[in-house]
């Protein structure tokens, strides 16, 4: 079992930057891969970013260039840096680790873009 508790999200004016955290329980350094997905109002929950434990990483079209994900192994706590924000970045933000076959979700934290 793993705890995720999303953080850094609100309310930014497009153009604007906006970093989410997400604290896990234990860690995250053995894990198969943890990431960000997000769920737009009326829309299927999608991949964001996501960092496996050999580090590779891999972005959304959509996000490429203007967001990056980071993990900090000493403090569980997996990091969402976006820049360039836009409009259609609006959307609730999940957290995600998968390990051992299991995916685990944060409850979500709100990020909103003004135009």
């Known amino acids: 079992q793993v705890q995720l508790v999303e953080s850094g999200g609100g309310l930014v004016q497009a153009g604007g930057s906006l970093r989410l955290s997400c604290a896990a329980s234990?860690?995250?350094?053995?894990?198969?891969?943890v990431g960000w997905y997000r769920q737009a109002l009326g829309k299927q929950r999608e991949l964001v970013a996501r960092?496996?434990?050999?580090?590779?990483?891999n972005y959304a079209d959509s996000v490429k260039g203007r967001f990056t994900i980071s993990r900090d192994n000493a403090k569980n706590t997996v990091y969402l840096q976006m820049n360039s924000l836009k409009p259609e970045d609006t959307a609730v933000y999940y957290c995600?680790?998968?390990?051992?076959?299991?995916?685990?979700w944060g409850k979500g934290t709100l990020v909103t873009v003004s135009s």
């Open positions: 960092i496996t434990r050999g580090a590779s990483t």
């Open positions: 995600n680790a998968f390990d051992t076959g299991v995916n685990y």
């Open positions: 234990r860690s995250i350094f053995s894990m198969d891969a």
